[in-house]
């Protein structure tokens, strides 16, 4: 039997019929089943040629409209399985992919255009080095050792080992990991014009300084007076005591200066201890000028308030103190650590302690010259 019959043959076939021929003749005529012949006649009976094929083009535009719904509801069913999953990384798709084709029978790729994934991309199976294992591990124990530490330090950590890697690996494996470290925020404020605060240009032209308060585990509060220099970022002291007067504070800037000199400037608030008589005259003393900020402005005082938070998110936060004898001694070995094997931003990434060394031999050696 033919397979295939025109519009125009299915019609004359049919006008023959209507003729007074015999149905059984015109089908072995045409090599036609009787079924077939009496399906056309049910189904084109008293058409003409143009009518039969809008009938067609009928029945296949409501077949393809069948089919998009169908493929609509496949995939509005396939994405309410991935409802309430975050698709923002590709590991996170290519798990919503395989949900998919899982739980409806999607075929991959069309999951993949659902997602928003490349076909290429979820089929691709990484090979990571064996060495990402070694890295991971020693990253992990740097994250567990300096528990506020970000991926940048822990990665001049690395390099400071002799693990020259690139840093998008190390954020990589610290993510993977789950070390990223979580900080509170503030709430801001209003915004405000804010003035640059210019940093001195050498070692000693000034110092800020500050009180940071804690308490001990009896809930006895101690008090923190901080000093850095405001170039090389070194801190000069953590004093922790019960009480701190300003005859202290001038006691305790004597004894910085044994090592190192008297500053220019020292950058203060207006709190009691830096505006009494005793501070003054020594200031006076010493030819060192006082330069208090206005009150309720710590941002005029920046450097000594970001090592400030430094200090209570790397030190204060991680330790309970039973005793004021076991505050100085955490807070003086984390001072050291500070100076001598903690990364700075500012420095590029040098220690304070090996800036401040590097300035000095520089500037030795243009004396010399």
């Known amino acids: ?61 409501n077949a393809r409209l069948k089919k998009l719904l169908a493929e609509a509801m496949l995939d509005k069913e396939a994405l309410q399985v991935a409802l309430g999953r975050k698709l923002l990384t590709t590991d996170q798709k290519r798990e919503a992919v395989m949900l998919m084709c899982d739980a409806t ?15 290429s991309t979820c089929r691709y199976e990484a090979h990571r080095p064996a060495a990402d294992a070694h890295l991971s591990g020693r990253i992990t124990e740097l994250a567990l050792e300096r528990r506020r530490f970000g991926y940048r330090r822990i990665w001049q950590l690395l390099r ?64 923190c007076l901080t000093c850095v220099d405001d170039f090389t970022k070194e801190c000069l002291t953590v004093t ?13 800037l004597d004894s910085i200066a044994l090592f190192r000199g008297y500053p220019a400037t020292i950058r203060t608030d207006q709190g009691p201890e830096f505006t009494c008589r005793a501070l003054d005259q020594w200031a006076f003393e010493h030819g060192v000028e006082l330069r208090l900020i206005q009150p309720g402005k710590p941002t005029q005082n920046g450097f000594i308030e970001s090592f400030n938070g430094r200090f ?58």
């Open 240 to 252: 922790v005591a019960f009480g701190i007067s300003g005859v202290q504070v001038t006691r305790i």
């Open 1 to 61: 039997m033919k397979k295939r019959f025109s519009d125009e043959q299915i019609i004359s076939i049919l006008r023959e019929a209507e003729a007074g021929v015999p149905a059984r003749e015109l089908c072995r005529k045409h090599a036609i089943s009787d079924a077939t012949f009496y399906t056309w006649r049910k189904k084109y009976g008293g058409m003409e040629v143009p009518e039969v094929k809008r009938l067609k083009s009928l029945e296949e535009e």
């Open 160 to 223: 400071r080992e002799g693990l020259h890697v690139n840093h998008k690996r190390v954020y990589r494996l610290y993510h993977l990991s789950g070390l990223g470290v979580k900080r509170r925020r503030r709430r801001k404020g209003l915004a405000t014009e804010r003035l640059p605060l210019l940093r001195p240009a050498a070692p000693n032209l000034t110092w800020s300084m500050d009180f940071v308060m804690d308490a001990l585990s009896t809930g006895r509060r101690i008090k």
């Open 312 to 369: 209570r998110d790397e030190c204060l936060n991680e330790h309970w103190f039973s005793d004021i004898v076991h505050a100085r001694k955490i807070i003086n070995d984390w001072r050291q650590d500070y100076n001598e094997c903690r990364p700075h931003s500012t420095l590029n990434y040098q220690t304070p302690s090996e800036f401040a060394a590097g300035w000095r031999k520089g500037h030795s050696e243009n004396e010399d010259s």
């Open 105 to 119: 029978g999607l075929s991959q790729r069309r999951a993949c255009r659902l997602t928003g994934l490349s076909l």
